[in-house]
């Protein structure tokens, strides 16, 4: 049997155990489109040991911020992230979901006072981790579709 391998990195972050179906939503929390200098590999609904399936993420020259694994962490919450240097994990940790989300989801209330004119920071309470769902500080609503909301 044939098998494709992906190159190793020298530099940069490899995102594992991402939830099936969620590395293109990854990759637009990154903010990579068409435009990008570095190599990206994007492995998808692989089989997985600890569960069934799984997305992996390879993104040579870049290590991810902590808004930006925070994002990850909402929607792919048992995610691990590598940190290469000179083709070896230098740091590996898995993602935590926040208690707290400040500014990196939107309310799909539109009524509530985040999405007016008002410059206030939208804040999320995680309510439950497993399954997550999340509150709105200030309208109290519960986001149903976090994928699609995060900014």
Not at 15 to 44: C, R, Y
Request: aromatic share 4%; charged share 30%; net charge neutral.
């Amino acid at each position: 049997m044939k098998e494709l391998k992906v190159t190793p990195i020298k530099n940069g972050t490899v995102i594992d155990h991402i939830t099936t179906g969620m590395a293109l939503k990854v990759l637009k929390i990154l903010g990579i489109g068409e435009n990008i200098a570095s190599t990206v590999s994007v492995v998808i609904h692989v089989p997985s040991a600890k569960k069934s399936w799984k997305d992996i993420l390879k993104v040579e020259d870049r290590e991810l911020s902590p808004r930006e694994v925070d994002k990850i962490a909402l929607i792919a919450p048992d995610a691990t992230i590598n940190i290469i240097r000179n083709y070896s994990v230098a740091e590996k940790y898995r993602v935590q979901v926040p208690d707290v989300a400040r500014a990196i989801l939107q309310c799909a209330n539109p009524s509530c006072i985040t999405n007016s004119d008002e410059p206030l920071e939208t804040e999320f309470l995680v309510k439950s981790k497993d399954p997550l769902r999340v509150r709105c500080k200030y309208c109290e609503r519960e986001l149903e579709d976090i994928a699609s909301n995060l900014l």
